[in-house]
């Protein structure tokens, strides 16, 4: 049997002990807390298989907790040990989505019986089933944390047209979200059941992309000494999920358009015409209309897979989002890695506000995974998240004053200026830039790409 992570609550004494050492014995990590308050706290901040704890005589308490316990994760086992008189508690905390319990003083073949029971249950079901069996509301949305208008208006078109066949675009800057939003899209679509692959375009070239996507057979190539079935095929009746598809080449380009008009594609090498129903989302992170306009993407493919367009703001246009998912990323990891912090100063949530988030989402949730890592305090602070790198840098009042021009100057041209100036005396080496200015590698492209800096050394390069 998989081991499983387990919140047990029982009051402290040897018949608790005894009920946490069998479970441990059993392979399964046990956390034990004594009373309904550390229940609650540990369950608002990590993620648990299965919740075993005992049904106190004062029963409301119990039936509370298991409505919260469902309602904090949905698809995780929660047993109830109870005493023969405290029954009908037992029974009501049931009608709550308790999923068994066990009657004391015996209850340590019971316990095993009861997890092994649902263990199985649960794989037999496979996961997304009993996800949305239990969960009722739909599967993956509520992991898309944030309340922006603009986060809003996306998720309520991915609900509108989740259901249909169409072929959805999603654009957005790195790591805004795309991939989650495509899982939502599938989720909550009528092909949930089948398969959702996805296939990142930029990481294989043209012959290998094709192989990936609709096979081959033996002997097509050099190297292709078996048949292989394309992810095409492995999507039949499901999605495929397209990922930074302006790196596709022509020819690719031309039988991914004819999946999209015809259904079918015959395996490289091969001359048997497969059929298929698979939908298909994409996504981009590069302007695929300038990729039209260069020559380099085909505008028939853009019309088809864009039929509708979804857009995701990067984080930066949506500040609002910001300190949830903070939040959200910060109870997350302190609880996956058992420690204390649970929350900011106000001068490291100031930080993370203005912060410009070239990196989007992924370099949040990466800034708090590092900064819950190294923190040791009940609160994070700013020097915990280490957004700008100024480490060793002089206080900007230590530094000689300023002198403003006459005529005032405007700020965007000033940052402008300063990092022209900064590169120049780095020599164009984008590091050394970045660290005169005190900012990471990362925002220094950001800002680069966001004035147009061009210096004639990088194209020679490319
Ligand atoms: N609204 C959100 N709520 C919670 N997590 C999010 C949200 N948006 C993004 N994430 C998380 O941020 C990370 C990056 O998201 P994702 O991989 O979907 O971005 P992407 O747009 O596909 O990036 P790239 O263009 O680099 O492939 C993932 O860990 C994802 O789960
Ligand atoms: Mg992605």
Redesign the pocket.
Known sequence: MASLKILFMHPEGSLGKGIQEFLESQGHAVKWVPDEDGCRQSLDQEIFDGLILEVKPEGDQTVELVRHAKKAHSFGIVICLVHPDQLPTALEAMEEGADGYIKKPCVEKELQIALQRLQEYRSLLGANFYLRRTQDLIYRFD????DSQA?KKVLSVVKKVAYSNASIL?E????????????AVHYNSGRSEKPFIKV?CAALQDTLLESELFGHEKGAFTGADKQRIGRFEQANFGTIFL??IADMSPSTQAKVLRVLQEQEFERVGGTKTIKVDVRVIS?S?KDLREEIVAKSFRDDLYYRLNVVNLS?PPLRERRE?ILP?AN??LRRFSGEMSKKATGFTAEAEALLQEYEWP????E??NTLERSVLLSEQDWIRPDDLSLHGTDGMEPLNNVEKFHMPEGGIPLVEMEKKLILEALEKANWVQKEAAQYLGVSRRVMHYKIQKFGIRNPNWVKNK
Do not use: H, P, S
């Not at 992991?143 to 944030?146: E, P």
């Not at 957005?172 to 899982?183: R, S, V």
């Open positions: 992991d898309i944390i944030g986060l999603i957005g800057e790195t790591g805004t979200g795309k991939e989650l939003i495509a899982g990142n990922d930074e996504a992170n995701i989002d998912l959200y990323f990196g989007n989402i992924r949040l949730r």
